[in-house]
């Protein structure tokens, strides 16, 4: 894991990095385990007229990556349960072993079974909640598809979920640049679930207004 974080700043700096953070963005929301905040940040660093850009980058991939973790859940989740639960037989590459393990969550008895019976009753608003904070997106995709929520509510939810989180991070690093840098590592988590809970609210608040 820590080869793969390590790869991911190397990359951040190298003239395709873009590719990149669409690549681990994608990946991120169906089967990678290191969020693309750790290459949006420096990236946006470096260029930060270039912020916006790539939050855009991020959220559009990352979605299409949920939209991948979706189908995952909706028609392959048994055949994933046996990939990632069943102990290989013999040694394999170091990304199937990886994949194995990212994956491992569909296993019976853990957060995949929580986050399947909550979109069983609240779909959207899960989305909405969890899709800006630390709680792993390839859960809430997976268990979408599984939960057969429906697409374009899954979509447009993921959409604003997703790029909460993204423009968030580059608004504060464009407007503050490198001094901002260690108060979102440490507290980007924060802001977001406060920030989450507030939108929440007011559209909670609306539902009822109108």
């Not at 995952?72 to 990632?84: H, N, P, Q, S």
């Not at 853990?110 to 390839?138: C, E, M, Y």
């Not at 802001?191 to 007011?202: E, G, Y």
Request: with cysteine; proline share 5%.
């Amino acid at each position: 894991m820590r080869r793969l974080y390590d790869w991911m700043m190397r990359m951040a700096g190298h003239r395709r990095a873009p590719h990149a953070l669409a690549f681990i963005s994608f990946l991120e929301s169906s089967i990678f385990p290191i969020p693309p905040d750790a290459m949006l940040i420096p990236m946006a660093l470096a260029n930060r007229a270039k912020a916006w850009r790539y939050a855009a980058i991020c959220t559009i991939a990352s979605v299409l990556g949920g939209i991948a973790g979706y189908l995952i859940g909706y028609f392959l989740l048994d055949l994933v349960r046996e990939f990632a639960c069943q102990k290989p037989a013999t040694a394999s590459y170091v990304f199937v072993e990886m994949t194995r393990t990212a994956l491992g969550f569909v296993c019976p008895g853990g957060r995949f079974q929580q986050a399947l019976d909550w979109f069983n009753d609240w779909g959207v608003w899960i989305l909405l909640i969890k899709g800006p904070t630390p709680f792993p997106f390839k859960i809430l995709t997976i268990a979408a598809g599984a939960a057969h929520m429906n697409l374009l509510a899954f979509t447009i939810a993921s959409v604003l979920s997703r790029a909460l989180r993204f423009y968030l991070v580059a608004g504060l690093i464009y407007w503050y640049g490198e001094p901002i840098r260690e108060f979102i590592e440490r507290r980007l988590n924060l802001i977001v679930t406060v920030l989450t809970v507030a939108v929440v609210a007011v559209l909670v608040g609306l539902r009822y207004v109108l």
